[in-house]
């Protein structure tokens, strides 16, 4: 009785890890991408947020907040969280040594 009680939980512990690899770790990868990308966020990228905005990086604040300008004279705030991708970097300023 005990190894018919046991046989009937490998599924069931087979689904949890099949489920683990398949889409509990790929997605918790991508979150950790996602937050390494938005905090090397600086002045100058250029960015598109969630709601599809391009626009370029004019201020990074401390309560993670941006200011990005979507146009000449147009600048809006922008929680840095919703940055959905880096079109393009700024060179690290080069320090003299």
Request: proline share 3%; glycine share 6%.
């Amino acid at each position: 009785m005990e190894g018919s009680a046991i046989a009937q939980f490998v599924p069931l512990i087979l689904i949890f890890a099949i489920m683990y690899f398949l889409l509990i770790r790929p997605q918790q990868k991508k979150v950790k991408e996602h937050q390494k990308m938005v905090e090397s966020l600086r002045r100058g990228d250029q960015v598109v947020t969630q709601g599809g905005l391009i626009g370029k990086v004019m201020k990074v604040k401390d309560n993670n907040e941006l200011e990005v300008e979507l146009s000449e004279g147009v600048k809006v705030r922008v929680v840095q969280s919703t940055i959905a991708q880096v079109l393009s970097k700024t060179e690290p300023a080069k320090t003299d040594s």
